[in-house]
């Protein structure tokens, strides 16, 4: 479990997060969203040490950051958005490091190598240099390491970030299947399809704040069921509607120049914070 | 604490295992140079105490390399650091600072110890051949403890590669030279010499001299080395915490 309340942070006169407040269940998969900027990674790197926070309390699995940080450190894996595996090791090397950072037992240690490195597919490529991976494989690396020492909320910043899409459907598919396995997921995305589909319940976060937070059908539902694109003068507009056919009942007589679709997450976030997710 | 501090010296020692080769040819490369240079070049008729200029010299390169190569542990840092960004993998690890700096400051120091091993060899090889009694090895390491533990703290402290090579230029270099490494310290100036006590190497060099030219070191240079080692542990651990930011 997450708890946070009013976490402040502070980089000079700038305000990178404004008085966050926020619950995380156990087991729960939990997207937070926003644009480059809005404080994502700055509240990921607080909560898994990496980062002082300058007000307010989080407390993760029941361990307050400030005063039991070791303790917090120990229910957290953390998948970072930058690629920072040493390349100068094997696989099986950054696997044994993480492992006695956590200070896993030897057998056991070895053991769950084996067992993550066949989780994500990657038994083969045990003793290859990091250096010599893709940057698809180098992810699931970084997810075998993050799950290593059966951390209880996992940490995912932008996981898919740079990946094909084939590559990206495949780690959606190991982010469920670790959630299925009881582990908690933070999940940090520019990809709004990716929490749509993911995510149990999405906070929407701009110039540090939280202006919005539901389950994500909730969020769409509050817009109504479909929507219309019409290229106007001032650029593309777009309507709300409860359902198709009030839909098309509004665009009667145009035969061009518009588009039906169905609301997604992201008319939800523009309807709330006015900005693009990037 | 112990596993924290296994798992960062094992890290060092897997990358020193894997460039090893290469890593013992560097750390031959400019002794070799300065013996061949400095022992040919003054011959046997530069004597110094009654010891030739090759044997005055391999204390000084001991001192020297071992500073050295153990302040090279600053470079590797800050590769992890600004190249693999995995300086963040230990720093969301739960360890404390002390695991992290103990196991950098441990790996410095092994590479000294391979560097003294390589320079004992070549001198060796040029028919040298002194006493080289555990106080050398004591003065050695503590040298080496200093110099790990400022490459540490420094490591911390820099925000770029180009950053840690002017920190060589102006901080290593100069004590290389001036250290007591290629010439007595007593035959300069007495301001200069006083100058030159504030400086570690000056403290190993004259020891791990001493020590091998068969005579009692000073023991008061063993507590310098001691207490500046500490000293620089110390700050260290206070830019590693810094660092989180």
Redesign the interface.
């Known amino acids: 479990m997450i708890q946070i309340e009013n976490l402040q942070k502070t980089y000079g006169k700038i305000r990178a997060l404004a008085g966050i407040d926020l619950r995380v269940g156990q087991g729960e998969l939990f997207a937070y969203l926003g644009p480059n900027g809005a404080g994502k990674t700055t509240t990921i790197r607080i909560l898994t040490g990496l980062t002082k926070l300058s007000e307010g309390t989080a407390i993760l699995n029941s361990y307050d950051i400030r005063t039991r940080s070791r303790a917090a450190k120990r229910q957290c894996g953390l998948v970072p958005q930058q690629i920072n595996l040493d390349g100068e090791l094997t696989v099986r090397e950054n696997l044994d490091i993480h492992g006695r950072l956590f200070a896993m037992a030897g057998a056991k240690r070895k053991q769950r190598i084996l067992e993550l490195l066949d989780y994500v597919e990657l038994l083969e490529r045990a003793d290859s240099l990091v250096k010599q991976l893709s940057g698809g494989l180098k992810r699931r690396v970084l997810i075998a390491r993050a799950l290593l020492h059966h951390p209880r909320i996992l940490f995912l910043d932008e996981p898919t970030v740079g990946l094909d899409a084939d590559i990206r459907r495949r780690i959606w598919g190991l982010i469920k299947k670790i959630q299925q396995d009881g582990t908690t997921i933070f999940l940090t995305t520019h990809y709004i399809e990716e929490a749509e589909f993911l995510a149990d319940r999405v906070a929407f976060l701009d110039e540090g704040r939280i202006v919005a937070l539901d389950r994500p059908d909730r969020l769409i539902a509050e817009l109504g069921g479909w929507a219309v694109d019409q290229l106007a003068d001032s650029g593309m507009q777009t309507r709300y509607y409860p359902d198709r056919e009030a839909a098309r009942e509004a665009m009667a007589g145009r035969d061009t120049g518009f588009t039906l679709r169905r609301v997604n997450l992201e008319d939800a976030y523009l309807a709330q914070t006015g900005k693009k997710v990037k | 604490m112990i ?2 501090f ?2 960062v010296y ?2 060092e020692m ?2 020193v295992k ?1 460039r090893f080769k290469r890593l013992v040819a560097s750390m031959a490369v400019s002794p070799l140079l300065y013996l061949l240079a400095f022992s040919y070049a003054m011959g046997g008729e530069v004597k110094f105490d009654g010891f030739t200029y090759t044997e005055f010299l391999i204390p000084g390169l001991v001192a020297m390399s071992s500073m050295i190569q153990s302040f090279a542990i600053a470079t590797d840092i800050n590769v ?1 650091r600004f190249y ?3 300086f ?9 600072n002390a695991a992290y700096v103990a196991g950098e400051v441990l790996a410095g120091m092994t590479r000294a110890l391979i560097a003294i091993v390589v320079i004992l060899l070549l001198g060796l090889a040029f028919g040298v051949n002194l006493d080289y009694g555990p106080l050398l090895w004591v003065a050695a390491l503590l040298n080496s403890f200093v110099f790990a533990s400022l490459a540490v703290a420094l490591a911390m402290l820099v925000r770029s590669h180009a950053d840690q090579s002017l920190l060589t230029s102006f901080v290593i270099t100069p004590m290389a030279f001036l250290g007591g490494t290629f010439f007595p310290v007593e035959r300069l100036p007495d301001w200069a010499e006083n100058i030159l006590f504030f400086l570690p190497l000056t403290h190993a060099s004259e020891s791990i001299r001493a020590v091998a030219f068969g005579r009692v070191p000073d023991w008061r240079a063993y507590a310098v080395l001691a207490g500046v080692g500490l000293f620089c542990f110390l700050l260290a651990l206070k830019t590693v915490n810094k660092a ?2």
């Open positions: 596993q924290g296994i798992a094992l890290r897997i990358i894997r992890a693999w960004g995995i963040e993998e230990f720093q969301a690890a739960p360890i404390r989180k930011d």
